[in-house]
């Protein structure tokens, strides 16, 4: 069984979209929300921590609320993309594994566009996966839960997860799962560059880069620096449209 967690502020968007497709699964499941509209929860981490604690699946899944699962037996088929996978420490629907690209089968927006790069057809190794929608056995949530001091926002919780339970020697996938996100992509913002550098900070002496659906980062050098670098090329790149 899996226990699905999601973390809300808004009521309409969650029954039009994650619930009302929880509803015509065709699996048994859980469906455990924490309703944030009071902000009694200042980051993702903390909800979640406090969640997946009450989870009684033998998977977690983490689901923003404006995701919409794209088959009756989506959860069935997770459980059994889970099941047969060796090590498995966490497993999205979207991730990277290289610069390269995303690995998705999802859509995201209004009108539906393809999320990532590279289409898959079975589940495939990576690095990190993206925060829309993810998985982590409840033997290994029992073990480490999200890191709500690195990841003290809304940002890059599964990212870091993902790159924490690498250095515990588990495997990250992505699973070859069609669903919509609403959201047309999140862009990034101060509160992410700031989260994004605590987390290069802590995984540096493992990871030289760390590859997340938004891009791919050093972690030698300062976040700040690779951002006037990219700023800076655009503006070059400006220019020489003008």
């Known amino acids: 069984m899996i226990s699905v967690i999601c973390v809300s502020n808004n009521p309409k968007i969650l029954q039009e979209d994650l619930v009302a497709s929880l509803g015509k699964q065709s699996a048994e499941h859980e469906f455990i929300q924490v309703d944030n509209r009071d902000g009694k929860h200042r980051s993702a981490a903390s909800a979640m921590n406090a969640a997946g604690k009450k989870g009684k699946g033998k998977y977690l899944m983490f689901v923003h609320q404006d995701i919409v699962l794209g088959a009756d ?3 069935w088929m997770a459980e059994r993309f889970l099941d047969s ?20 089968n999802i859509t995201h927006g209004d009108p539906p566009t393809h999320a990532g790069h590279i289409r898959i057809e079975k589940p495939e190794i990576v690095q990190t996966v993206d925060e829309c929608l993810f998985f982590v ?24 997860y993902a790159l924490s339970v690498k250095r515990l020697g588990l495997e990250v996938y992505v699973l070859p799962l069609v669903g919509h996100h609403r959201s047309g992509g999140a862009s990034m913002s101060r509160m992410y560059h700031r989260t994004l550098a605590k987390v290069a900070r802590k995984h540096r002496k493992e990871f030289p880069w760390i590859h997340t659906s938004l891009g791919s980062w050093r972690t030698g ?6 951002l006037l670098s990219i700023n800076t090329k655009r503006r070059l790149r400006g220019t020489r449209r003008g």
């Open 73 to 75: 037996d989506f959860l």
């Open 85 to 104: 996978l060796p090590n498995v420490g966490i497993a999205g629907v979207a991730g990277r594994l290289d610069a390269r690209g995303v690995l998705t």
């Open 137 to 160: 056995p409840r033997i290994v949530f029992e073990e480490m839960q999200f890191d709500d001091r690195t990841c003290d926002d809304w940002h890059l919780y599964a990212v870091d």
């Open 221 to 226: 050098i300062p976040i700040s620096l690779q």
